[in-house]
T-cell receptor, first 114, second 114 residues
Framework: GAGVSQSPRYKVAKRGQDVALRCDPISGHVSLFWYQQALGQGPEFLTYFQNEAQLDKSGLPSDRFFAERPEGSVSTLKIQRTQQEDSAVYLC????????????FGQGTRLTVV | GNSVTQMEGPVTLSEEAFLTINCTYTATGYPSLFWYVQYPGEGLQLLLKATKADDKGSNKGFEATYRKETTSFHLEKGSVQVSDSAVYFCALSLAGTSYGKLTFGQGTILTVHP
């Protein structure tokens, strides 16, 4: 596609619900990244995929957060038993698999946990 | 660990004023440095980058110079426009890795009045 696409754009979840956030990267981009951006803060790295392999998940804040990319294209970030502190914008970015190449960001999914 | 510190905002300027947004960093090794911009309702966009000491990144009239001795990457523009109103993020990535794994500052909101 023309850019990184994320859906839904907005999600309201009741505390304790599970949510799934989708990212469609730019076609041909091997690398995919998830970030969490709290209100008024900069994005914080969550996890990184190269194709279907999750090479770095050091930023996932708890075991309630899980990401997958089973076919090396679309990725899903799942949050189980959501809590109010999970409220944030979740950003996805993709890039070619070469050092020093630019990552392109989607518009994000704004998650509000009530 | 790696970190990025930006000047506190928000910043409010009149059109054609000079802009400086300060950014300093702490990093192991030799990072690449970036400025990203987030216009209202849009995703993060790369504004400019510099990959080694004394490099100057520039784009759309914005400039920033990688200063290793002061660990800084301040953003400047000689004459801002109303259309420059956005949130600006300074960021770094470690050398040799994808530009997608980034450490961001907290962001600076810029508002330019006619």
């Amino acid at each position: 596609g023309a850019g990184v696409s994320q859906s839904p754009r907005y999600k309201v979840a009741k505390r304790g619900q599970d949510v799934a956030l989708r990212c469609d990267p730019i076609s041909g981009h091997v690398s995919l990244f998830w970030y969490q951006q709290a209100l008024g803060q900069g994005p914080e790295f969550l996890t990184y995929f190269q194709n279907e392999a999750q090479l770095d998940k050091s930023g996932l804040p708890s075991d309630r957060f899980f990401a997958e990319r089973p076919e090396g294209s679309v990725s899903t970030l799942k949050i189980q038993r959501t809590q109010q502190e999970d409220s944030a914008v979740y950003l996805c970015a993709s890039s070619l698999d070469r050092p020093n190449t630019e990552a392109f960001f989607g518009q994000g999914t704004r998650l509000t946990v009530v | 660990g790696n970190s990025v510190t930006q000047m506190e905002g928000p910043v409010t300027l009149s059109e054609e004023a000079f802009l400086t947004i300060n950014c300093t960093y702490t990093a192991t090794g030799y990072p690449s440095l970036f400025w990203y911009v987030q216009y209202p309702g849009e995703g993060l966009q790369l504004l400019l980058k510099a990959t080694k000491a004394d490099d100057k990144g520039s784009n759309k009239g914005f400039e920033a110079t990688y200063r290793k001795e002061t660990t800084s990457f301040h953003l400047e523009k000689g004459s801002v426009q109303v259309s420059d109103s956005a949130v600006y993020f300074c960021a770094l990535s470690l050398a040799g890795t994808s530009y997608g794994k980034l450490t961001f500052g907290q962001g600076t909101i810029l508002t330019v009045h006619p």
